[in-house]
C-alpha cells in the first residue's frame, strides 16, 4: 500500500484547508486511516481518524470542532477539512494506514502499517 498526502499550503489563521491521502496497491486491506503531524523537535502527534465504514471518527483535543476527518472507500481517498486553522497548527502533516485492524481507531503512531510522504501546512498570524 502506498499512500500520497497533499493539500498543504500557507494561509492566513482563520483560513480553511483541505488535506487529502489517496491510496493505491492493496487497498482492500486498509482498515483504520489516520492524520499525524509534526514539528521540527517534536514528537509526531495524533490529529484524527476513521474506520473504513466511517462509523468512528476520532480526534485531538486540540482540533475538536474544527477538524472533520471524512474517506471515501470507492476513490481510496481520506480527507482532512481544517477550519479556523490558527499558527499552531502549522506542521508537517501526515497520513497513515492500517491492514486488517478491526479495532476502532488508532491514535499511536507506532500502531500504523503505511505512511504517506507528508504535507506542510503553514497558518500566518
Known amino acids: 500500500v502506498q499512500l500520497q498526502a497533499s493539500g498543504g499550503g500557507l494561509v492566513q489563521a482563520g483560513a480553511s484547508l483541505r488535506l487529502s491521502c489517496v491510496a493505491s496497491?492493496?487497498?482492500?486491506?486498509?482498515?483504520?486511516m489516520g492524520w499525524f503531524r509534526q514539528v521540527p523537535g517534536k514528537e509526531r502527534e495524533f490529529v484524527a481518524g476513521?474506520?473504513?465504514?466511517?462509523?468512528?471518527?476520532h480526534y485531538a483535543d486540540s482540533v475538536k470542532g474544527r477538524f472533520t476527518v471524512s474517506r471515501d472507500n470507492a476513490k481510496n481517498t481520506m480527507y482532512l477539512q481544517m477550519n479556523s486553522l490558527k499558527p499552531e497548527d502549522t506542521a508537517v502533516y501526515y497520513c497513515a494506514a492500517n491492514k486488517d485492524r478491526y479495532l476502532g481507531v488508532s491514535t499511536r503512531k507506532d500502531e500504523y502499517d503505511y505512511w504517506g510522504q507528508g504535507t506542510q501546512v503553514t497558518v500566518s498570524s
Open positions: 476513521i474506520t473504513r465504514s466511517s462509523s468512528i471518527r
Open positions: 496497491g492493496r487497498t482492500l486491506s486498509i482498515t483504520d
